[in-house]
């Protein structure tokens, strides 16, 4: 029998299933401290988050970065080249700046910075530095990261199977129960299916130019998973090869209702 918590954080409710009672309250007590902190750091919203002062030290020169910052750049900078840069950290071609209604006239000058491989990001030292004029959004990456990093401690912590869901972005890790552990996918109407490690990530799209409404992936992590899918919906209709180049299991579904599965996901 599952035991199954959840909470809100990171703009999300968050589930945290284990197959053993006895350590649900410490193990949703792990997760929801994790993504307190996850929060605090990683918001764009926030002035007084690391990421908002590691943005306002682009073009300053190195920035050292906590241990959780660390993580989720690394986990930025995976999903980036992993996705072949369409799910790109940076805002390259966002400028924000606040301007009086009905103001004077004023003078835009636009600067073309380059995307993520512009980043240098030191492991030794763990620092990162960002050109002039470059920000980072951290919102494509950050939860499939954390549900990665919970599941991880959650384990290692309680010694117990356990899931994580945050908003979707689903990690598993530890012994899983018999019959693995069920996900619900696509909504009411949807697929259940069966994860026994790694992760799965499900990505929603609306756009006209995209053949795919939805797209789910499973792979070895999270962060993989949740790359994948996106990178899936921008590439369009040759997305079902590029997933089964990287032998990655999927379900797609088209803007009509169509489910089409791709690299050696059962039907």
Known sequence: MLHTGSFRALGAVNTVAVDQSGVLRAATEIVEALFRDVEESCSRLSESSELSELNRRAGAG??????????????????????????????????????PAGGPAVA?????????????????????????????????????????????MVEESLDVGVLVDCGGHVAVCGLAP?????????????????????????????????????????????????AASTAALLIGEHATAWLDDLNLPARLVRADGEIVLTGGWAA
């Open 62 to 99: 190195a920035f050292r970065m906590s241990p959780l910052m660390e993580g989720a750049i690394v986990a930025a900078l995976q999903t980036a080249e992993m996705s072949g840069g369409l799910v790109d950290p940076t805002m390259a071609w966002r400028r924000e700046s606040e301007l």
């Open 108 to 152: 835009v000058r636009v600067k073309k910075v380059e995307g993520w491989w512009s980043l240098v990001y030191d492991p030794v030292e763990h620092t990162l530095t960002m050109p002039e004029g470059a920000s980072i959004d951290l919102a494509a990456s950050t939860k499939a990261w954390a549900a990665d990093l919970a599941a991880r």
């Open 178 to 226: 018999d019959g693995g552990w069920p996900v619900q996918i696509g909504g009411r109407g949807g697929e259940e299916v069966c994860l026994y490690s790694g992760g799965l990530a499900t990505s929603t799209f609306a756009d006209a130019e995209s053949p795919w409404s939805m797209v789910t992936v499973a792979a070895a992590t999270c962060v993989a998973s949740n």
